[in-house]
């Protein structure tokens, strides 16, 4: 089976890229050596900070966070990174060609249940200057060179896009190597199952309300057909069941604090997951418009997602053009 490293080279990802993804993994490797031991290493249970959304930190989070960070600032690969936990981007290396947006940590209200989470990552080429700010992550999803996760599961798994279709690897306990397990990543455009938080219904807007009101009918409705619903609470876990074998999902706009877009996060969940939707031949939309072209405005902005099997991602949309 060919290993992580092998496919890169097959894909002809130039050595620089190639040693980003390799740091990534690596420290994903150590990441999810400390959840294996869970309560064992003494690392659930909330820390006392709190992230710069707000949220309440697990510990996990932040040492989620330092592992990434001292890792790849440390490569000669990497020019300066931004981290959903950071407040600010951090600057690296002068001579790295490249900037990696991530969450350490994603789902991190699942650690405690022993359920699944993972970390989320998206690679630009840096701008070839000097000095390096904010300004120079606010890039385009489409732009991205590479992205994906890696989801700690029963398996610890890597899924990844270089612009070149989705891979699947899995993390080979014995050799500690990620080998290529899924080379034809490819979601259906039509669907029977979709993933999204029904508890906050009543908030969403109109459009969203009627489209997934139509799926609940299921055979009884506008719709003729029955649809399942699935929903692991981390975004991690719910595309990936969605690149393993299709379906819909959406965390959308809703009313409870209308000046925020959404919950997700544009650089570090909506971009790199879109990535790898389209490139398994899903779609991928903020409301209206696709969140590969969205200009970002800040590092943690916020955007409401639509994701997943063509078909269904575009009559939702279509539901918010017609408004
Ligand atoms: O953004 C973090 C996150 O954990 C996502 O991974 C997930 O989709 C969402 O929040 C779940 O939030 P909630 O349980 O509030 O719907």
């Avoid at 209200?109 to 300004?135: L, Q, Y």
């Avoid at 385009?140 to 989801?151: D, F, H, K, P």
């Avoid at 080998?179 to 938080?197: G, K």
């Amino acid at each position: 089976m060919q290993s992580l490293s092998q496919q890169l080279r097959t894909d002809k990802v130039t050595d620089s890229l190639a040693s980003v993804i390799d740091t990534l993994s690596k420290a994903c490797k150590d990441i999810a050596i400390l959840l294996q031991n869970g309560a064992m290493s003494e690392i659930l249970g909330s820390a006392d900070e709190q992230n710069v959304q707000g949220e309440t930190q697990k510990k996990l989070d932040v040492i989620s966070n330092d592992i990434l960070k001292q890792q790849l600032l440390d490569s000669a690969d990497v020019r300066a990174i931004a981290s959903e936990e950071e407040e600010y981007i951090v600057a690296g290396k002068t001579e790295g060609k490249y900037l990696v947006a991530f969450d350490p940590l994603d789902g991190s209200s699942n650690i405690d249940i022993n359920s699944m989470v993972g970390t989320i990552f998206s690679i630009f080429a840096a701008p070839n200057k000097t000095d390096i700010n904010e300004s120079d992550f606010l890039l385009t999803g489409r732009q991205q060179a590479a992205a994906g996760y890696v989801l700690y599961g029963p398996s610890v798994m890597l899924v990844l896009t270089t612009g070149n279709g989705v891979q699947m690897y899995t993390l080979d306990q014995k050799n500690g190597e990620f080998v290529l397990t899924n080379d034809q990543v490819s979601i259906d455009r039509d669907t029977q199952e979709y993933a999204i938080n029904m508890a906050n219904q009543r908030h969403w807007a109109q459009p969203m309300q009627q489209y997934i009101g139509e799926l609940q009918q299921g055979s009884d409705g506008v719709r003729e057909k029955n649809f399942n619903m699935r929903w692991v609470a981390a975004m991690v876990a719910d595309v990936h069941r969605i690149l393993c074998r299709g379906g819909f999902f959406s965390y959308p706009w809703d009313n409870r604090e209308p000046e925020k877009p959404g919950k997700l996060r544009l650089m570090y969940e909506a971009n790199p997951m879109s990535l790898l939707v389209e490139q398994a031949g899903g779609k991928a939309f903020a409301d209206q418009t696709a969140i590969l072209d969205i200009q970002p405005s800040h590092i943690h902005q916020r955007v409401p997602v639509i994701l997943g099997a063509a078909n269904e991602v575009s009559l939702c949309v279509k539901y918010h053009t017609e408004v």
